[in-house]
């Protein structure tokens, strides 16, 4: 079957310090990757997207990585800040790229 | 630049009773998708119109949900009759083009169904 699996613990770092979050998912070829922000309340807002034929993307303190031989993308979050905690989602489009999947998500707490 | 707008933040029903989404997407998107979300769940699709075309409501459950967007802008999701599982958060959001690299999300609905 199909899933996609993120980490359903919470992950607690200190500021300053650099947070990885995964995304493993099995029986999909997606054509690309995508992380997502949630806060409470709020829907998910887009951070970073990672095709398939790319292994690494960065945009300010964060970086992607897609390994599609390991299924896996790792997403991190350097010289973090309390302002990052929130729920992270990866989503992976699939379907020809019509149809986005979302995995569980994970909640970053970053402690001062 | 508006985002997409959602009405109410939430809404109480007691079960048996019919309860409406309405979505704004932001304009020039085509394409609107509605989603619900469990708690400690990511969302799931339900409905994907183009323009005013349903293409995928392959996971919307047919018997109770609806969906329409007449005019291909705005858009309306109904439950009836609600049931306790509907609880959940309802989420509209909009992307330019299917398949379009992101989608912008509204707030959300939170629903509870007593």
């Known amino acids: 079957s199909q899933k996609i699996e993120q980490n359903s613990e919470a992950l607690n770092i200190q500021e300053g310090k650099t947070a990885t979050l995964t995304c493993n998912y099995t029986?999909?070829?997606?054509?690309?990757l995508q992380w997502y922000r949630q806060d409470p309340g709020r829907g998910p807002v887009f951070l970073l997207l990672?095709?398939?034929?790319?292994k690494e993307k960065r945009k300010e303190r964060l970086k992607v990585t897609f390994d599609t031989t390991l299924k896996q993308s790792l997403f991190h979050i350097t010289a973090s800040q309390p302002a990052d905690s929130a729920t992270y989602l990866c989503a992976l489009m699939t379907g020809g790229g019509n149809k986005l999947t979302f995995g569980t998500g994970t909640q970053l707490k970053v402690e001062l | 630049e508006a985002g997409v707008v959602q009405s109410s933040r939430y809404k109480i029903i007691e079960k048996k009773q019919p309860v409406a989404f309405w979505c704004n997407p932001i304009s020039g998107h085509n394409t609107l998708y509605w989603y619900r979300q469990n708690l400690g769940q990511g969302p799931e699709l339900l409905i994907r119109?183009?323009?005013?075309?349903?293409?995928?409501d392959s996971q919307l459950p047919k018997d109770r949900f609806s969906a329409e967007r007449l005019k291909g802008v705005d858009s309306t999701l109904k439950i009836q009759p609600a049931e306790l599982g509907d609880s959940a958060v309802y989420l509209c959001?909009?992307?330019?083009?299917?398949?379009?690299?992101?989608?912008?999300f509204g707030p959300g609905t939170r629903l509870l169904v007593l």
């Open positions: 959001a909009s992307s330019f083009i299917t398949g379009g690299e992101t989608q912008y």
């Open positions: 029986n999909y070829s997606p054509a690309y």
């Open positions: 990672i095709r398939e034929n790319e």
């Open positions: 119109y183009e323009n005013e075309e349903a293409v995928d």
